[in-house]
């Protein structure tokens, strides 16, 4: 009895061992991404990964009339089958062999890069004040980074003196900007404290208005910020003396909902129902109705005007 006993614990040991294994190489969700080489056409790799063309234009947004240039990264698609499963698996196993050593997380997004041997894009051109230090967060890939920053994984590579793809969370990787606008750059450097400010900012000013309202409010704020006009940090903004109501009464001290959070990043990302504008004020309360006279009325929305 005591020999089974034995058997039967040591079975279960080996049993839940390999099953972690297996889910452990399993899990890393990969995406492929390759490099365009001089020559290529779509036809041709998409032959060579056995995917459909279509399926290939559709994942990487491509227009029948749209050129592949050199360089550029396009998303190999990957069916759910076993034989996906099998390349995938063939692909960690290889990662997981090189000399570097690689630790995976479970139920996370990687992005393999295919021809890690591409000729490296020239990064000398690129100005240091064009480059910003960022810290990578949960499920960031080297894709998505490179879509969100303008640019492409062969740069950031580059700019980062790497040859794979992974990504570690909080790890501080260089990025560059000199392709963004200045409102992209402003929302890819915006802190967790400007963000509480800014939401603090439009719930005081505007929690009773609509939606639409409150994002208008966030984004005066931000076209004040990117104005040479006024100070260039939402702290200097939003203090600065005699604009803001909601500074003046001590409602800006008020902790903001989900709706100013949301309205905030809504204006961050590049929402601005104003169009531009650089002020707004309701003629009902307003003290100083007078200094808006003169300036171009840009819209209303709920009690606001928002005038330019």
């Known amino acids: 009895m005591l020999k089974i006993k034995i058997f039967t614990i040591n079975f279960l040991i080996s049993f839940i061992i390999v099953l972690l ?16 080489q001089q020559g290529d056409t779509l036809s041709e790799i998409a032959a060579e990964y056995d995917v459909d063309i279509n399926k290939l234009k559709a994942v990487n947004n491509i227009s029948n009339k749209a050129n592949i240039k050199m360089g550029d990264e396009l998303i190999i698609p990957q069916e759910k089958s076993e034989k996906s499963k099998n390349k995938k698996k063939l692909l960690f196993k290889e990662f997981n062999s090189t000399k570097e050593e ?33 810290y990578v967060g949960p499920g960031d890939t080297l894709y998505d980074l490179a879509r969100d920053f303008s640019t492409t994984i062969g740069t950031i590579l580059a700019l980062n003196n790497r040859e794979n793809s992974f990504l570690r969370s909080g790890e501080r990787i260089r990025l560059p900007i000199n392709n963004l606008t200045s409102h992209q750059i402003l929302n890819q450097r915006v802190s967790k404290q400007e963000l509480d400010l800014l939401a603090r900012a439009v719930y005081g000013e505007s929690r009773g208005e609509p939606y639409a309202g ?53 204006a961050l990302n590049g929402s601005d129902p104003t169009n531009g504008a650089l002020y707004f004020y309701n003629p009902k309360t307003a003290t100083r109705v007078s200094f808006f006279k003169g300036r171009r009325v840009v819209t209303k929305i709920g009690d606001h005007v928002f005038v330019e």
């Open 21 to 36: 294994s297996v889910t452990v190489i399993a899990a890393p969700d990969l995406s492929l991404i390759y490099v365009i």
């Open 214 to 266: 409150q994002v208008a409010v966030a984004a005066v704020i931000i076209n004040r910020v990117l104005s040479h006009q006024f100070p260039d940090t939402f702290a200097e903004v939003i203090y600065q003396g005699g604009q803001f109501s909601a500074v003046s009464d001590g409602q800006i001290n008020l902790s903001p909902n989900q709706t100013a959070y949301r309205a905030a990043r809504e």
């Open 102 to 134: 690689l630790s995976f997380t479970i139920n996370t997004h990687y992005a393999a890069r295919i021809n890690p041997g591409h000729q490296a894009p020239n990064i000398d051109k690129i100005p240091e004040d064009k480059i910003i230090n960022y």
